[in-house]
């Protein structure tokens, strides 16, 4: 019987390095919104806040002060990677 070669294993492909920007600033966002086309997907962060409306009256509106895009498929890693990550921290709260 010859002897089998060895299966080829596909190649993992180490991710590339992380870095932090310096400029980085944090956003506390209370509020979001999604918007599409047919090739991207737009994420908008933003805050209640007090404001009024023409007559003057006083009310909480929605400030939308950030805006992301990304393609289909980073959103889908996106989904991916916060799914797993609720799961963990839902898992963390019912275990203590």
Do not use: H, W
Request: aromatic letters at 8%; proline letters at 7%; glycine letters at 4%.
């Amino acid at each position: 019987m010859a002897d089998k070669e060895p299966e080829a294993r596909p190649q993992q492909v180490a991710p590339p390095p992380r870095m932090m920007s310096q400029q980085m600033r944090v956003y506390y966002s209370n509020c979001a919104m999604v918007a599409t086309s047919p090739r991207d997907i737009s994420l908008f962060f933003g805050r209640y806040v007090p404001g009024s409306n023409e007559k003057g009256e006083q009310s909480m509106v929605e400030l939308y002060e950030n805006q992301i895009y990304m393609t289909v498929e980073q959103s889908e890693d996106l989904v991916r990677i916060l799914t797993q990550t609720l799961e963990a921290a839902k898992a963390r709260k019912k275990a203590g």
